[in-house]
């Protein structure tokens, strides 16, 4: 088994590069492989991979075009920190497996996928941190530039993940020991009111209530709940993202559009029934995530069904209304003229119009 030995930045070879006594050198690495003559204490010979040395003004001449070693062409530097190239070894693994084509004999546990997932979480605000650092200290230099590519390259990676782990629920569900997820609690499977009443669907107010019962799902069991194993939010689930998608998508197509509140919940139910066909299938064999997943979704298309019910079109800004006894007005306003003022008040007979 190969051990992992995480290279230094750039940065990290031009501050401090590993300069070696030239007695330390074995004879067949006496001189230099770029410039090709003999190393001297006065070219300050740098050694890399344990043997291959250099003279420290030609290597890093070097390093400005390449990140390989000149003697064996492996990498000598990278442009993630520790941390990042340790997590990259193993995301790497994770993503060379094909969800078309896993093998039999492949068993992955979705708790170290999560796990991963999780570190390159911690090392995103690490980095994002170093970032802010330097920008308050006002500098911009190749320091700052390594960090900005790698909190780049987390943010890419992450995403790979998600969506790889995605694939091999739809693809290959039964090649992974998936973790269990917090069931919560569903109260109704549709909204309150009357499912008959027409609403005028309005995209931004779902999109709102889309994220509000997303902030509110459960994200931890009661403590005092004693399990074997970790137990984690719903939103871990590998579809979230799908599913979240479907129900935006579903809303988008009939923005606009009056439609009964049944018809509403009928459409994003049967969009999300469509992009999801493994969850319904695994639902079907009484698969504990699939099941808890299944409630969720119903919670998800209720919330965005009452925000419908709810919201009303308002044009502008009513007018205040103002109500004044017919008592209280002078005898000069009795007439045709004083009458049209006091309907441009919005009363008549001395009571307010509706």
Known sequence: MST???LPRRSELVRKPYTVDISDLLPEHSDCPICR??????????RFHS???FCKECILAWFQKSRTCPYCMQPAWSRLGRESQRLDRIVRQYLSVDPDHVADNVLIFDEDVMQVRHDLTIQGIVIKSAIRERAE????????????YERSWIHTRRIALVQWRSEMYEQAPDQVIWSPIES????????RGSQHRPVKVQFNHAVRALDTALSN???ARDPNIVVTEQVRSVLSHPLRYTITGALEDAVRE????????????????????????RLLERVAQGRDEALVMQGFVATLIVRIVEAQQKCKKVKGRSPARVIVEASEVPEQLQGEVGF???????????????
Do not use: K, Y
Request: aromatic share 2%; proline share 6%.
């Open 217 to 219: 799902a459960p994200v």
């Open 137 to 148: 200290r006002e500098l911009s230099d190749e320091q700052l530039a390594e960090l900005q």
């Open 37 to 46: 003559l003999p190393l001297t204490e006065e070219c300050e010979p740098i």
């Open 184 to 191: 919560g609690r569903v109260d109704r499977i549709h909204a």
């Open 340 to 354: 049209q003022m006091i309907e441009d008040l919005g009363m008549v007979n001395g009571r307010g119009c509706a």
């Open 51 to 53: 043997t291959h040395a």
């Open 4 to 6: 992992f030995t995480p």
């Open 254 to 277: 009939v923005n606009g559009r009056r439609m009964s509140a049944w018809e509403l919940h009928q459409h994003m139910q049967r969009r999300v029934n469509e992009r999801t066909p």
